[in-house]
């Protein structure tokens, strides 16, 4: 509604059944009414609960137009009042100070757009489907026809079920609908203007295709970021089949874009967990093609190829892992003695620990609970479980925001380092009965526990943002007391047979990905690092990498962070040969030990 309109609603005093056959004084101090009661005009409130008690000054309902204006203490100087004639058909009359009787010109009432909407239309059938989950359905049924409320496609028919084939004629991929190829292409192209060290890398290394040879199976988040990825990896020289390491975080149009493009992609939004698995298998288990080199986020690729064709791992050259859990797995591996090839950790590289970990959470906590719950995070109690990178950033982001916010962790070094952040240290079960949101970073297993869960307050915000579902016992809380509706896509109501609820997002998964979209500058510099790790480990000569863990070599961190530079039309200052001898370092670097992180 215009601003005019609102003042021109706001002068208008309209006052009901007013005798007109009596004279009013200008100077009478009072209003006489139908019932011949007396009510001073400098008496707003009085005047104002006649008017609300009389029939006659009702407003009308209609087109929202329930504005109560109060009666003025002095009459506008123009007219003295106005009255329904009914001689007029409901026409407006003003009653002038000497009694005479003006008609007033007729005022056409606005009409506006959103009146005329019919609201009884039957909704279309993507919106049927959608309420009628939302209404109440168990987290244990499988969402994976309906896991996107933004999905296009009508079809309730399972991925795995469809023959589907690109304008080529290729059908070696499985993805939820190959028609939304030309949305996914464009969201790829806005990906790429905010990915500049992917498409410098692409420029500058595809006429050596570095990666010429390389056959890449891939297991990570298949979004706009990582089709950059993979179309760099390919430019280089690569081929890739890759599918999903988590059911939540696909987008089903970037999957189709790359089907579309020739990619053997097997993914799709909402996949179940037995979905989750073929998926991986078909990427895997092809006749005609074996990889040499795996690409993993989390580890389950690289656990089912030891575990389902471990004799893979004889032609495979390298592993490159990029999540706490999956570089836990190494190191287990590895300790054990069962780790076959090189692998590379890129997770604790400083471009992925200092930029992803940090810079990508710290935005993306805010939007992922945003879009799930519509919170609002000033003055809400928050306890961040673990301070390390992706701790420091969520607490960074919700501090800012004006929550109050609790630290727990294990490691005394980042606990102190919350301490002097400015925030309290404190054991779970001491503010689990307040704290309206929990949020788990840790990459361990059982953090929250049903102990926990059941002392949380009524309405509470559940959610993780480390790379595994382990971290809430999310199991715990799939027992026939406990009732579970799905209130939107990836929110879940967990009702206790006393009327408590807790708000469960993403089943206990990665937020940001599952739930919203991240920063894509900064995917640009883990994604470079990957591409880096992987050609460094496929080109090595013999004997260089032995059967280990190997964090990625300082200078690789420092020329990934340089091609980010010029973004920012950053100028980097330049060692004089004095200073690099006084240093001890090359002018050109590397410029800090590879222990520094």
């Known amino acids: 509604m215009s601003v005019q309109v609102v003042a021109a609603k706001m002068a208008e005093v309209e006052l009901k059944d007013v005798p007109t056959g009596k004279e009013l004084s200008a100077e009478s101090p009072v209003t006489p009414t139908s019932e011949g009661k007396n009510i001073p005009r400098n008496d707003p409130h009085e005047a104002g609960s006649s008017a609300a008690t009389s029939p006659a000054a009702e407003p009308s309902a209609k087109a929202g137009e329930g504005l109560l204006t109060p009666i003025p203490a002095k009459m506008p100087?123009?007219?003295?009042?106005?009255?329904?004639?009914?001689?007029?058909?409901?026409g407006e009359a003003f009653v002038n100070r000497d009694g005479t009787v003006a008609e007033a010109p007729r005022m056409k009432k606005i009409q506006f757009a959103d009146q005329k909407q019919e609201f009884n239309k039957r909704p279309s059938k993507i919106g049927r489907r959608s309420l009628s989950r939302s209404i109440s359905q168990s987290s244990t049924d499988s969402y994976s026809s309906a896991a996107s409320y933004t999905d296009s496609s009508d079809d309730e028919t399972s991925p795995r079920d469809k023959q589907q084939k690109n304008s080529k004629g290729n059908g070696d991929f499985c993805i939820k609908n190959i028609k939304q190829a030309d949305f996914g292409r464009r969201e790829i192209e806005i990906a790429e203007q905010e990915m500049p060290a992917l498409m410098a890398l692409r420029k500058r290394a595809q006429g050596e295709k570095p990666l010429a040879g390389a056959k890449v199976v891939g297991?990570?988040?298949?979004?706009?970021?990582?089709?950059?990825?993979?179309?760099?990896?390919?430019?280089?020289?690569?081929?890739?089949?890759?599918?999903?390491?988590?059911?939540?975080?696909t987008q089903n149009e970037v999957a189709a874009a790359l089907a579309e493009g020739g990619f053997s992609v097997f993914a799709w939004k909402g996949e179940s967990e037995d979905d989750f698995w073929w998926c991986?298998?078909?990427?895997?288990?092809?006749?005609?093609?074996?990889?040499?080199?795996?690409?993993?986020?989390?580890?389950?690729?690289?656990?089912?190829?030891?575990?389902?064709?471990?004799?893979?791992?004889?032609?495979?050259?390298?592993?490159?892992?990029?999540?706490?859990?999956?570089?836990h797995r190494l190191y287990q591996l590895s300790k054990a003695g069962k780790l076959c090839v090189p692998a590379m950790n890129v997770n604790d590289s400083v471009t992925k620990q200092k930029f992803d970990n940090?810079?990508?959470?710290?935005?993306?906590?805010?939007?992922?609970?945003?879009?799930?719950?519509?919170?609002?995070?000033?003055?809400?109690?928050?306890?961040?479980?673990?301070?390390?990178?992706?701790?420091?950033?969520?607490?960074?982001?919700?501090?800012?925001?004006?929550?109050?916010?609790?630290?727990?962790?294990?490691?005394?070094?980042?606990?102190l380092q919350a301490c002097m952040d400015g925030f309290r240290l404190v054991k779970l079960n001491e503010v689990i009965r307040q704290v309206d949101i929990v949020i788990t970073?840790?990459?361990?297993?059982?953090?929250?526990?049903?102990?926990?869960?059941?002392?949380?307050?009524?309405?509470?915000?559940v959610c993780n943002m480390g790379h595994s579902n382990t971290e809430i016992d999310v199991a715990s809380l799939r027992t026939p007391e406990l009732?579970?509706?799905?209130?939107?896509?990836?929110?879940?109501?967990v009702i206790w047979p006393d009327g408590k609820r807790i708000v469960l997002l993403a089943e206990g998964r990665l937020l940001n990905l599952s739930c919203s979209t991240v920063p894509t500058f900064v995917l640009s510099?883990?994604?470079?690092?990957?591409?880096?790790?992987?050609?460094?480990?496929?080109?090595?000569?013999?004997?260089?990498?032995k059967q280990d863990v190997y964090l990625l070599p300082k200078k690789m961190d420092e020329y990934?962070?340089?091609?980010?530079?010029?973004?920012?039309?950053?100028?980097?200052?330049?060692?004089?040969?004095?200073?690099?001898?006084?240093?001890?370092?090359?002018?050109?670097?590397?410029?800090?030990p590879n222990y520094y992180r």
């Open 77 to 90: 100087q123009a007219s003295a009042m106005k009255r329904t004639d009914p001689q007029q058909n409901g």
């Open 483 to 493: 009732t579970w509706e799905r209130v939107r896509s990836q929110v879940d109501h």
């Open 441 to 461: 970073c840790t990459g361990n297993k059982n953090v929250v526990v049903r102990e926990n869960l059941d002392r949380m307050k009524n309405g509470c915000i």
């Open 219 to 249: 297991c990570t988040h298949i979004t706009a970021q990582t089709a950059v990825l993979m179309e760099t990896l390919s430019a280089l020289g690569a081929q890739c089949r890759w599918a999903a390491c988590n059911i939540y975080s």
């Open 358 to 415: 940090l810079y990508c959470c710290r935005e993306s906590i805010l939007d992922g609970l945003k879009r799930t719950t519509d919170v609002m995070f000033g003055g809400k109690q928050v306890v961040v479980c673990g301070y390390g990178e992706v701790g420091k950033g969520c607490c960074a982001a919700l501090k800012a925001m004006g929550s109050i916010v609790y630290v727990t962790e294990i490691d005394p070094i980042c606990a």
């Open 560 to 592: 990934v962070a340089s091609l980010h530079l010029p973004t920012f039309d950053a100028h980097l200052t330049e060692l004089t040969d004095e200073q690099a001898k006084y240093l001890g370092l090359n002018k050109n670097g590397p410029f800090k």
């Open 525 to 545: 510099i883990t994604a470079t690092t990957q591409a880096l790790a992987l050609i460094e480990l496929y080109n090595a000569p013999e004997g260089r990498y």
């Open 280 to 327: 991986i298998d078909r990427c895997v288990n092809v006749e005609g093609w074996q990889p040499n080199m795996i690409l993993d986020d989390g580890g389950d690729l690289t656990h089912w190829i030891y575990k389902k064709y471990p004799n893979m791992f004889k032609k495979i050259k390298g592993i490159v892992e990029e999540s706490v859990t999956g570089v």
